[in-house]
Structure formats: C-alpha cells, structure tokens
C-alpha cells in the first residue's frame, strides 16, 4: 500500500497568500466598480531594464542557428555569469568568492527550500519569528518539526524579532545546528549591521553550526554602511552559505534566476564530528536534480552587471525605494509604530490590533491590498506588511485611502 509522506499533514491548511487571494476575489466580486490597489503580495511591478531585454533577445537569436545553439548548459550555471558575479557583487566589495563557489539555479526559494536536503534529519533549526514561510514548511515537509500547536511547530526553534530587538533576534539559549536568517528581511523591512551579523558568525562558529543567510533583498540597501553579504564578516565564509536572487533585484520574478553561494571553506560534520564538505554535497545535490537555467536567462541576468544594467536597476529600485519613503511618512503621520521602508521595500506596521481584522478593514474601506503579519508567525500577530512594489501614482492614492480609513 502506497503511503503519502505523512510529515505533509502537519501542515497548516491555508497558505496566508491563498486566503488573501480569495478575500480579494470575494470583495471584488462584491464591489465589481472598486478599483483595488495590490500592496500585498512581494511581486515587483515594472518591466525589465533594456540592458536585459537587449541581452536576451540576442541570446535567444543565438539559438536559431546551429553555429550558435546551446543545449544543455554546465548544471551550475554558465562560467560568464558565475564569474561576473563573483566580480561584481563579491569581489567589488572586499569579499573574495571563486565563480566555482557559485550555483546559479532558477530562484532563491527552491534553493532555500532544498538546502535543508543536505542537512542531517535530526538536525536542530531555528528560524525567525516572523519569517518567510518557506524556510519552514520545507522542513516541516523533511519531517524536521513535530505537530502544530498553538500557532508553531513543536521541536523548532524561533526565534522572536519584535521591537524590543529592533526586529534583529537575539542569539538563542540554547545550541542550534542551522540557522535562517534574511536581512534586509521580509516581511519586517529591518535590517542587521555589520556588528550584530558578526554576533551571529561567531554564535554559528561557537556552536559548530551553520547560517542559511537569505540576501534577496541586499539590491535595496542605501545606507553603505550595512552588509549585503554575510560573507563582509571575517570567518563567515566557514559558517555560512547565502541565498541570492534576481527577482528583487532586476525585476526577475517571472524571468527566474537566482544564485546560492557554498563556500568551498563551509564545513558541517558527520555523526563522528569528522567535518564534511557542503560545497562538494550541494554540487552533488544539484547536479542531479537540476538542468540550469536557459541560456537566454543567464544571459540577460549577465546584462545586469554592464554599466548600463547597473544604472538602470539602480533607477528601478530608486523608484521603489522612493514608494516606500512615502509610505513610511504617511504611516508616521498617522501615528503609527513601524520598521522598514529603508534599505528595504517592506513597512511592517504595528496596528494595536487583530492583523487579519484591520487587513479586512483596509481592504473592505479602502480597498488596499496588505499583508497580515499574523501570516508570517505568532510574533506577526497585530502587524501588517506593506509592499513599496507598484506605481507611486497607486501608491500614493492608496496611501490616501487608507489615512481616510485611518486618520485620527
Ligand atoms: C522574493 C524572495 C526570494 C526570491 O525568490 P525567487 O525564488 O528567487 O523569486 C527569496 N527570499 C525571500 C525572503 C523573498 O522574499
């Protein structure tokens, strides 16, 4: 008899973005003639910079001809984009990464949901609280947790971001094998300095164990003297492997390119404590389960690093930087307590209230698409995520309905 995987039943039924969805389509359905503005979901809004488009319209011509055909690439991606990455945004910053220590593969959250298939199964994770759902579900799936009880999993460990940290959790009390950290993080928007990340590096070298350092969103930092890479702390490159993308960054979500670095240096151990190479087990792991991204992707992903690709996401990311700035100062206004929005496009708000009953009220009187923070952990209870990706036009007209909901 065929038998599912239980570990899928723990599981918590309604994925937060689903139920958003079917709230939005009830109202709609409800209210055909209300124009509703989406600031929900982390989809960016904008078409991709020339540079890219130029670059893969002439990769996929190089496809029509045999001269210049590609079939199937080297797994890990194609040496133009590993090394123009390692230049670009390691090597620019002080930080020395070999191309070869770079898996180019088609999204940071397959990479951050598979990564935990290298890790041992009684592996002790922490995560952080709120979090990206992925981190957890993944190993909820692995059947790393035990069942679901009062709003977390039993046997992870969470770890609590809220204000009284400046949403940057503290080190934990106890000894943990693998930790997921995001900075700049969604869905709180905080970020984490060079010390504080140092703090983390020495805990992970301390304890033998192993940071899984999610910089999606590095694309967004203003301020030089935050990290875009946990990599910018000396030691961190035999703790740490980190996740990168081209989604936030160059607007690739429906294009699809991402990278993970595992530093040939990044040690784990077996049951003995003999240390173990992660690099040679991710190389394994993701030469056999994955064909690498099209060439005409990594090709327009390459384009991102030329002067004039540089330019243009760095416009692209001003203007969504420049959402968030409003946004920010219309929640201040009306008086709210709130992180991000800086070095980030997420506001986290604290609403002094049920997070999915004021998510209701922006959607149902102002027809504004949020997030509600309970979405992402029991921490996220009385929070709602705003989102800076879309037109300053909506944003701004968005913001207005809301401080007409809100004002006080
Ligand atoms: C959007 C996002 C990613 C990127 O995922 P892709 O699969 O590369 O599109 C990764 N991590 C976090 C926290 C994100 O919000």
Redesign the pocket.
Known sequence: MIRVNPHYSKLQASYLFSEIARKVSEFQAGNPDKDIIKLGI?DVTHGLPPACIEAMHKAVDEMAVDATFRGYGPEQGYDFLREAIALNDFASRGVTIQPDEIFIS?????D?GNIQEILAQDARIAVPDPV?P?YVDTNVMAGRTGKWKDGRYQGLVYLESTANNHYVPALPSEAVDAIYL?FPN?PTGATVTHDELKAWVEYAREHKSLILF?A??EAFIRDESLPHSIYEVDGADEVAIE?R????TAG??GT?C?YTIVPKACRAYDAAGTVQDLHFLWNRRHTTKFNGVSYPVQRAAEAVFSPQGQEQIKALNDGYLHNAAHIRQQISTLGYDFVGGQNSPYIWINTGEDSWAFFDRLLNEAAVVTTPGAGFGACGEGYIRISAFNDFAKVEEAMQRIAAVLGR
């Open positions: 982390g088609d999204g940071a959250k397959c951050s990206y992925v995001c969604n999610d999606a969103y996740f993308s081209f989604s936030k690739f979500t699809r991402a």
